[in-house]
């Protein structure tokens, strides 16, 4: 079972740390992956970690200001956000695939989420 958290409500230009964490397994041979889903929008790809080898990958909205991380004594997958706006208001969720590179992106590929923790930018 995944759990993210950490969400809270911040002003434009702060930032805020989340965490995605598993509860019964580990995300070893996984690739774990960061989502976000803003009210009456379609959920978005946000960042993907691989937790064996930790390439990256991120959306171009995001990229230079977000940050996935994991700690592998934790079993834990950071999102750092940096500089957030307004428009990264969304309900932000951890998800786990085995899916290739190419469709990391891809939220159809995931095969367990988490519930979900919500970040609000104040302009």
């Known amino acids: 079972q995944l759990q993210a958290s950490g969400g809270g409500l911040v002003q434009a230009g702060g930032f805020l740390r989340l965490s995605c964490t598993a509860s019964?397994?580990?995300?070893?041979?996984?690739?774990v992956g960061w989502f976000r889903q803003a009210p009456g929008k379609e959920r978005e790809f946000v960042s993907a970690?691989?937790?064996?080898?930790?390439?990256?990958r991120y959306a171009d909205s995001v990229k230079g200001r977000f940050t996935i991380s994991k700690n592998t004594a934790l079993n834990t997958v950071y999102l750092q956000m940096n500089a957030l706006k307004p428009e990264d208001t969304a309900v932000y969720f951890c998800a786990v695939t085995q899916t290739i590179w190419s469709s990391l992106d891809d939220r159809s590929r995931y095969t367990s989420w988490g519930q979900g923790t919500e970040l609000t930018v104040s302009s």
């Open positions: 019964g397994r580990t995300f070893n041979n996984y690739r």
């Open positions: 970690i691989v937790w064996g080898g930790g390439s990256t």
